[in-house]
């Protein structure tokens, strides 16, 4: 080979690194646009809540309107719903749009079918709960209207139940793998936010910029008391496989439902609330820890 055909060939090999770099610059420069795009904006692709007055706010019968301060100063808001003889006291986690009017046959199905007193309560941002929300926020707001509940029955905040739906399921284990419950119910709840911004944007590099994680996954495997799973068999928004996982991960007593040709937000059928009240009838003590609960 010549000089001149020497020349060219690096002159060749000089342009082709002078695009990679510049193809690669430019990929690092969108995958960091990206990032930036989802830090600032990944609240508002997790959280959708109606604030008031959107929903129907008519109390449901027997139902008692409360207000309770989070820890960090936030005023929350709630539906109570007692029972006279509770088989137990459950705090329920909403999913991620909506607010507590959207749960009303959720409040009375618990209290009626189920025989529970129950709370189902608004994060921030939420109905009439002020603030914005953020994983933090909704943890704290979860733990005080825990406290509140355990003030209000006048027992102990590990016997209370904690239950979700979807995005509250997974903030319940958390709150569960961290702090204790009596028992822990998930509906249609998947691992982790990433697992789920993965499977809905899987071309965005989401898992190495969320910052919220809420990640049940982990959290149930910290668990060791009882856990009761149902899930929707052809959920289209959260994969029947999320409670699988979680299913095989729980360390202490499980149960799995798979409810038939079901959707993710169709209404729970009244054999599920069944289910339910057949498992907390099986916990080894009664609501406050102290004796055989009645079968």
């Given at each position: 080979?010549?000089?001149?055909?020497?020349?060219?060939?690096?002159?060749?090999?000089?342009?082709?690194?002078?695009?990679?770099?510049?193809?690669?610059?430019?990929?690092?420069?969108?995958?960091?646009?990206?990032?930036?795009?989802?830090?600032l904006w990944e609240?508002?692709?997790?959280?959708?809540?109606?604030?008031?007055?959107?929903?129907?706010?008519?109390?449901?019968?027997?139902?008692?309107?409360?207000?309770?301060?989070?820890?960090?100063?936030?005023?929350?808001?709630?539906?109570?719903?007692?029972?006279?003889?509770?088989?137990?006291?459950?705090?329920?986690?909403?999913?991620?749009?909506?607010?507590?009017?959207?749960?009303?046959?959720?409040?009375?199905?618990?209290?009626?079918?189920?025989?529970?007193?129950?709370?189902?309560?608004?994060?921030?941002?939420?109905?009439?709960?002020?603030?914005?929300?953020?994983?933090?926020?909704?943890?704290?707001?979860?733990?005080?209207?825990?406290?509140?509940?355990?003030?209000?029955?006048?027992?102990?905040?590990?016997?209370?139940?904690?239950?979700?739906?979807?995005?509250?399921?997974?903030?319940?284990?958390?709150?569960?793998?961290?702090d204790g419950a009596?028992?822990?119910?998930?509906?249609?709840?998947?691992?982790?936010?990433?697992?789920?911004?993965?499977?809905?944007?899987?071309?965005?590099?989401?898992?190495?910029?969320?910052?919220?994680?809420?990640?049940?996954?982990?959290?149930?495997?910290?668990?060791?008391?009882?856990?009761?799973?149902?899930?929707?068999?052809?959920?289209?928004?959260?994969?029947?496989?999320?409670?699988?996982?979680?299913?095989?991960?729980?360390?202490?007593?499980?149960?799995?439902?798979?409810?038939?040709?079901?959707?993710?937000?169709?209404?729970?059928?009244?054999?599920?609330?069944?289910?339910?009240?057949?498992?907390?009838?099986?916990?080894?003590?009664?609501?406050?820890?102290?004796?055989?609960?009645?079968?």
């Open positions: 080979m010549d000089v001149r055909a020497a020349d060219e060939t690096l002159g060749h090999f000089a342009g082709l690194l002078r695009a990679i770099a510049r193809i690669t610059a430019a990929v690092v420069l969108t995958f960091a646009v990206l990032g930036i795009v989802i830090m609240e508002a692709f997790i959280f959708f809540p109606s604030p008031y007055p959107e929903g129907d706010w008519t109390l449901p019968p027997g139902a008692e309107e409360i207000y309770f301060v989070a820890e960090d100063g936030i005023q929350l808001h709630g539906w109570f719903l007692e029972h006279s003889d509770p088989i137990a006291v459950v705090l329920y986690c909403h999913g991620n749009a909506g607010n507590v009017t959207h749960r009303a046959d959720v409040l009375l199905a618990f209290r009626h079918i189920v025989g529970a007193s129950i709370l189902v309560f608004d994060y921030r941002g939420y109905g009439k709960s002020s603030g914005r929300p953020n994983e933090q926020g909704v943890l704290i707001d979860t733990r005080s209207a825990r406290t509140w509940l355990a003030a209000r029955t006048g027992i102990s905040e590990k016997h209370i139940v904690l239950a979700g739906q979807s995005l509250g399921g997974a903030v319940a284990a958390v709150v569960a793998g961290q009596r028992a822990l119910i998930l509906e249609n709840t998947f691992t982790s936010i990433p697992d789920m911004a993965a499977l809905h944007y899987p071309l965005l590099p989401v898992r190495a910029f969320l910052r919220t994680k809420l990640d049940a996954l982990s959290h149930i495997r910290r668990y060791r008391g009882p856990v009761f799973i149902a899930h929707a068999e052809n959920d289209s928004i959260v994969p029947v496989n999320h409670s699988r996982r979680l299913f095989e991960a729980a360390a202490g007593p499980k149960e799995l439902l798979i409810i038939p040709g079901a959707e993710h937000n169709d209404p729970l059928p009244d054999t599920y609330y069944l289910r339910v009240r057949e498992f907390l009838s099986q916990l080894d003590s009664d609501i406050r820890g102290d004796r055989p609960h009645p079968k």
